[in-house]
């Protein structure tokens, strides 16, 4: 049982444009949900991240919004860069459970 | 700051074999965790621990094992590979109040 979906599956936006990727998750039981960004050969970066308290955090560029009631979060990418081109993971994890679920991944490419 | 430190980054092994992987948490870190990453499945956890003590278990076989040494180094171990077992296994450690960094991995292939 997939309990986060993540949509799109990949995503090309022109550089400076918006990227936008949507997440909803079913166990509402989770109260933590990071971004990652992985590159080809690394391992997942942490973006940014937002507890269900708030319904929208800003970090750069980069935005996270929460809508508790619909069970859903997007990462919002403003000015989109070539070098933002990576695989972008929306996750989830419950209080004491030690464990994060992750989407599906986005594979976005900004193009010049 | 030291970031995590997986080895060894690439490993070939044969069906049946038996494979290691060792990961060195952020200093002052105590919980390490463990995913595989394959394209159909994509991130799925393995376990957790925390001060040598799993704290957590994903749904894999128990050919798939792990522990936590006292310095918080950790490593899992794969016994009788499978063809299937082929994956990047990813290490995160974590701070009490952080979030989860992880290292580059280990790419596993078994033949």
């Known amino acids: 049982q997939q309990q986060v979906k993540q949509s799109p599956q990949s995503l090309i936006v022109q550089k400076g444009g918006i990227s936008i990727i949507n997440c909803a998750y079913e166990?509402?039981?989770?109260?933590?949900f990071p971004w990652y960004q992985q590159f080809p050969g690394k391992g997942p970066a942490l973006l940014i991240a937002i507890r269900p308290d708030v319904s929208e955090k800003k970090e750069g560029r980069f935005t996270i919004s929460f809508n508790k009631s619909a069970k859903q979060f997007s990462l919002h990418i403003m000015d989109s860069q070539p070098g933002d081109s990576a695989t972008y993971f929306c996750?989830?994890?419950?209080?004491?459970?030690?464990?994060?679920?992750f989407g599906k991944g986005t594979k976005l490419s900004v193009i010049p | 700051k030291a970031g995590v430190t997986q080895t060894p980054r690439y490993l070939i092994k044969t069906r049946g074999q038996q494979v290691t992987l060792s990961c060195s948490p952020i200093?002052?870190?105590?919980?390490v965790s463990w995913y595989q990453q394959t394209p159909g499945q994509g991130l799925q956890f393995l376990f957790e621990?925390?001060?040598?003590?799993?704290?957590n278990k994903g749904n894999f076989p128990g050919r798939f094992s792990g522990r936590q040494f006292s310095n918080s180094r950790s490593e899992m171990n794969v016994s009788t590979l499978e063809l299937g077992d082929s994956a990047l296994y990813l290490c995160a450690s974590r701070s009490t109040v952080g979030g989860y960094t992880f290292g580059s991995g280990t790419r596993l292939t078994v033949v």
């Open positions: 200093s002052g870190h105590r919980s």
């Open positions: 166990n509402t039981a989770f109260d933590y």
């Open positions: 996750a989830a994890e419950g209080a004491g459970s030690y464990q994060l679920t």
């Open positions: 621990y925390f001060s040598e003590t799993q704290r």
